[in-house]
């Protein structure tokens, strides 16, 4: 685990967004900083692109974790905490997916379901029940003491990259109505559930980029900026919980 250390000032708001070097994560953390957040950047690989990122956001923590593994975890919080001093706001973006045709089910092996199932639901949990100290200090102190977990249309609708993909984050969304049942009042958890968004993961994607340019009423992908957009409404909802934010431009009604 490698980390920047750099700290906020008192009484910044602080958020830790998972998988934050790239695509979805990347477009979340910018857009929090601008809304005066200071942010712990969080990724599997790549340190050094970390440390350049916070380096270029200024008001930014970089801590690197392979949340496949459940030390991992604990290590990430309790480091997020030693640099910042408090969490008001969790951002469970980090991710694995892979395509594998729905009527291809020797392909979608055992391995695969436990993997995408470790990265996809039980790490975003935990990451969640090691937080829930925090966040609740964050609501004391009026902070916004929420969690958005990113899932996907494919956790709503039939559909995603592969079946065990989609089941993951169908399981998300639940655990997010689960959580904010739990949690509440002093912790609001939501989701934002992305269609396709222009990522690194989809950039071979050439199906689902023409699926949406031809079928959904807004006519394109979304831009990491769309679902940044859509989390920070959420995070600026103080009376909703327990919602998944379909944004999909529209392609859930065609
Ligand atoms: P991306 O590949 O650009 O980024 C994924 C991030 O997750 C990376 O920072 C990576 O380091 C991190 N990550 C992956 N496995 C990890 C692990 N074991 N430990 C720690 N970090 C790990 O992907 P993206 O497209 O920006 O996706 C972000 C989230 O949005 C994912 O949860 C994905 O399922 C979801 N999503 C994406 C799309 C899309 O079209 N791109 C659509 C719906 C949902």
Redesign the pocket.
């Known amino acids: 685990m490698e980390k920047l250390l750099k700290r906020p000032e008192a009484g910044r708001e602080v958020a830790l967004v ?8 990347a477009a979340i953390a910018r857009r929090l900083v601008d809304e005066g957040l200071f942010v712990i950047l ?4 790549s340190a050094e692109k970390g440390a350049a990122f916070a380096a270029e956001l200024g008001f930014a923590a970089y801590i690197q ?4 593994c459940e030390n991992a975890r604990g290590s990430l919080i309790t480091e997020a905490i030693a640099i910042t001093g408090r969490l008001d706001v969790l951002i469970n ?5 892979g395509l594998i045709s729905h009527d291809d089910l020797p392909a979608a092996s055992p391995d695969i379901w436990r993997s995408l199932y470790e ?2 639901v039980i ?1 975003p949990f935990q990451l969640i029940a090691l937080s829930e100290k925090y966040l609740r200090e964050s609501a004391k102190k009026n902070g916004r003491a929420c969690v958005i977990n ?5 956790g709503v609708r039939p559909k995603g990259g592969s079946i065990p993909y989609a089941a993951t ?1 169908a399981a998300l969304n639940h655990v997010t109505r689960l959580l904010a049942r739990s949690l509440g009042p002093e912790i609001r958890v939501n989701a934002v ?5 222009d ?4 950039a071979d994607w050439t199906e689902a980029q023409a699926l949406w340019q031809a079928q959904s009423p807004m006519k394109r ?1 979304a831009r ?1 900026e769309d679902i940044a957009q859509a989390v920070m409404m959420l995070l600026n909802a103080d009376y909703i919980t327990g919602e998944i934010l379909l944004s999909d431009g529209g392609l859930n009604l065609t």
């Open positions: 998972t998988g934050s070097t790239s695509g979805i994560g969080h990724s599997r690989e974790a392979d949340l496949s973006n980090a991710g694995i997916s990265v996809n790490a990113i899932s996907s249309h494919a984050k559930a992305p269609g396709l968004v990522t690194p993961l989809t992908a990491p």
